[in-house]
Each structure stands twice: as C-alpha cells, then as structure tokens.
T-cell receptor, first 112, second 113 residues
Framework: GNSVTQMEGPVTLSEEAFLTINCTYTATGYPSLFWYVQYPGEGLQLLLKATKADDKGSNKGFEATYRKETTSFHLEKGSVQVSDSAVYFCALSYHGNNRLAFGKGNQVVVIP | DSGVTQTPKHLITATGQRVTLRCSPRSGDLSVYWYQQSLDQGLQFLIQYYNGEERAKGNILERFSAQQFPDLHSELNLSSLELGDSALYFC????????????FGNGTRLTVT
C-alpha cells in the first residue's frame, strides 16, 4: 500500500545551519507529494508540494524535489532560523483521491 | 488561519462516554477528512466525506462514526470511549482536483480519564 518513511529521531542544529530531512515513499500510481509543518499547539500547515516527477516545490526558503527514480522527496533549507523549530511531516496523496498518508514526522530544534 | 474551524479545542471525559467533535470546512471545500494524531501511531487517516457522501475509510474503529451535513460541516462521534482514544483529532478540508492540498484545523484534544 501507500506509505511514507521519514528518517528516525529529532533533528537539532544551530541557527544558520543547513537542514535536510529525508523522505521516501511507496505508492501505486502517481501520487502528489507534500511537506507539512506543525508548530506547538497548532494544526498542520502546508509548506510545499510537488505533483509530478522532477517538480520542485519551494516556500519560505525550503525546497524539495520529487524524485521518481529514488522515490524520494527530501526537504532542505540552506540556513535555518530559530523560528523554523517545529515538527515536519512528509505526505503523499493517493492516486485519484486527495487524502494523505503521512510519515511519522521529525521534530526540528534550532538553537540560537 | 487555515479557514477550517474545529470545536471544542479541548475535551475531557470519562471512559465509556460518548463525545461529538465538530468541524466547519473552508468556504467552497466539499471534502472533509478526519485524522487522529497520537504519539505512538502518528497521524492516522480515519474517514473522508465528499459533499455529504462517505468517500474513503481508513483506520476508523467501529465505535467511531462520522457524517457530513448539507451545509458541509462534519461531526465525528466517538462512543464507548477508552483510555487509548486520548489523542488529537484533526479535521481537514480540500477542493476537488488531483494534488489539491488539505487545509487543517487546529484540532480537538481529547483526554479520556
């Protein structure tokens, strides 16, 4: 079935460091891929998306490229800020339906 | 602000009880989705409605049920509550169209004591 795998464990890094969060997926058909961010006490917010292979989604300095050959959608940001501290979820939508399957999420902590 | 409204924000109840969670989707969105978020299970899809009709079912227990009304708001009913039902319950909505993102409410935190 459709599933998303995110790298294990929280990510702690210093301000202005480079951030990468790995995401790989298993899917039938041609899913769309998403990154969502969740700040404490809030719901999930769409960060970026890509709907077909080789598409690059970008927003607020974050980027991710839909790689069909490696079934991956890794999230990157060149220089993180303290305000980027949050939980980040990778997700895919089912072919023909917009419901999402989520990865387990990664807590990102940025230290000043 | 996502435009999706969930009430109540917090709910504390006892085992065996029944509760109703309410969701108002974004204006114009016909699809409503319910998710459960817990520390051990992560984000689990429960059920989806489209324009009043059930569209897809996920890991929803038989003790749980949902519906979408003609004004498009949705309710999630949880009955015979158990301690393990304590979680954050999110509602999301979307427009139709492949690749349309889901817009999430801020959730209802349910605590079963």
């Amino acid at each position: 079935g459709n599933s998303v795998t995110q790298m294990e464990g929280p990510v702690t890094l210093s301000e202005e460091a480079f951030l990468t969060i790995n995401c790989t997926y298993t899917a039938t058909g041609y899913p769309s891929l998403f990154w969502y961010v969740q700040y404490p006490g809030e719901g999930l917010q769409l960060l970026l998306k890509a709907t077909k292979a080789d598409d690059k989604g970008s927003n607020k300095g974050f980027e991710a490229t839909y790689r069909k050959e490696t079934t991956s959608f890794h999230l990157e940001k060149g220089s993180v800020q303290v305000s980027d501290s949050a939980v980040y979820f990778c997700a895919l939508s089912y072919h023909g339906n917009n419901r999402l399957a989520f990865g387990k999420g990664n807590q990102v902590v940025v230290i000043p | 602000d996502s435009g999706v409204t969930q009430t109540p924000k917090h709910l504390i109840t006892a085992t065996g009880q029944r509760v109703t969670l309410r969701c108002s989707p974004r204006s114009g969105d016909l699809s409503v989705y319910w998710y459960q978020q817990s520390l051990d299970q992560g984000l689990q899809f429960l059920i989806q409605y489209y324009n009043g009709e059930e569209r897809a079912k996920g890991n929803i227990l038989e003790r749980f049920s949902a519906q979408q009304f003609p004004d498009l708001h949705s309710e999630l009913n949880l009955s015979s509550l158990e301690l393990g039902d304590s979680a954050l319950y999110f509602c999301a909505s979307s427009v139709e169209g492949s690749g349309s993102p889901l817009h999430f409410g801020n959730g209802t935190r349910l605590t079963v004591t």
